[in-house]
């Protein structure tokens, strides 16, 4: 049988949430934007893409815990079109589109596991990372399978965790009309 290695919490250092937007958006760490289609999830994380871009307090937010300096976002959007949707929508709000950056997935579709995303957040110096929808990423995993699910959102989180970049998953309840 395995010895069971104990951590008693008295050892643990404690340490404050760095925000990237308080209290929304935790540097490295995921958080999830959900709803059902149409109701703005992707406008959202678009105009707050927007203001990290320029500098600028996340969607207007004056309360502090915003960007204090331009920086980079990471956009995965696996169902809109970058040229007709994603762009046009980046330019009305105003973005500062040398800092969005998106992966080619020409050669080979991504995934939560796939290696190419802790090293696009390195090389670019991202803040944030937006896959849209977080459905698409999961790649062959069963959603509805905890034991499925866990192990790939505790390798994201490894990532988030190791680069100190929030991850914001837009997630959709179903597009088949009606509420969920």
Not at 31 to 41: A, H, M, P, V
Not at 77 to 99: F, G
Request: net charge negative; charged share 20%; with cysteine.
């Amino acid at each position: 049988m395995a010895e069971v290695k104990l951590i008693r919490l008295s050892e643990i250092q404690s340490e404050p949430v760095d925000w990237l937007w308080e209290p929304y958006l935790a540097r490295g760490a995921i958080s999830l934007i959900q709803g059902d289609g149409g109701t703005g999830k992707t406008t959202m994380s678009l105009a707050i893409a927007a203001s990290i871009t320029r500098g600028e307090p996340i969607l207007g937010d004056n309360r502090g815990g915003g960007n204090v300096a331009p920086a980079n976002v990471i956009i995965q959007n696996a169902e809109d079109s970058y040229d007709q949707t994603i762009k046009p929508r980046l330019e009305q709000l105003r973005a500062d589109c040398d800092r969005v950056i998106t992966i080619d997935e020409g050669d080979s579709a991504l995934t939560f596991l796939d290696q190419r995303l802790e090293q696009s957040i390195i090389d670019t110096k991202a803040v944030l990372f937006i896959f849209d929808p977080v459905q698409a990423f999961f790649a062959n995993a069963n959603m509805n399978s905890a034991n499925s699910v866990r192990p790939i959102m505790k390798h994201l989180g490894g990532i988030a965790s190791r680069t100190g970049c929030s991850i914001l998953l837009v997630g959709h309840f179903h597009k088949r009309g009606g509420k969920a």
